[in-house]
């Protein structure tokens, strides 16, 4: 089954200590995206890549790093500069379909920094 | 001010109850998604519609353009059916960023 995975589900830092989400999918999406969820708040975008070796940054990027090597993997680290990088994380992927775009989305995973 | 605004923020329901959820947008659109989220969080997503009705089983989403409005209505409302619903809508012009609602918490109780 064709889909996005994001490893772990659960996840507990220390503060000061970096830490990288995993996102991988098989769907063969070009579009990657990280979102971030807080409550009460609606998703913001981290990072997007669009493409293979090039990323964009996003509304709340500050504290936050990607790479894009593959098609298939976008990992996130959060490093120690992250004021707050308590919150769950998704990442989705995106396909154009007759000019729209429809995103997909991972399980996500729930961040803890004490 | 948020692109995309919801209501209600929070939705209680007896089971069998017809459910509305709305969506409210202040942006130039290509089309509207609608996204559901589970208590455990992963994202599913339900409708993508630029004009007129959609239907899928108890779910209909309609959008009216003109007015930048979308609703999102349940028939014959169930327990299963709680979760979190979330509109969306793309940026035009910037190859694939989404404005995202707040979200509706929805509670359908037996």
Known sequence: ?114 | KNEVEQSPQNLTAQEGEFITINCSYSVGISALHWLQQHPGGGIVSLFMLSSGKKKHGRLIATINIQEKHSSLHITASHPRDSAVYICAVPLLDTGNQFYFGTGTSLTVIP
Request: with cysteine.
């Open chain 1, 1 to 114: 089954d064709g889909g996005i995975t994001q490893s772990p589900k659960y996840l507990f830092r220390k503060e000061g200590q970096n830490v990288t989400l995993s996102c991988e999918q098989n769907l063969n999406h070009d579009a990657m995206y990280w979102y971030r969820q807080d409550p009460g708040q609606g998703l913001r975008l981290i990072y997007y890549s669009q493409i293979v070796n090039d990323f964009q940054k996003g509304d709340i990027a500050e504290g936050y790093s990607v790479s894009r090597e593959k098609k298939e993997s976008f990992p996130l680290t959060v490093t120690s500069a992250q004021k707050n990088p308590t919150a769950f994380y998704l990442c989705a992927s995106s396909i154009e379909r007759g000019g729209l775009s429809e995103q997909y989305f991972g399980p996500g995973t729930r961040l803890t920094v004490t």
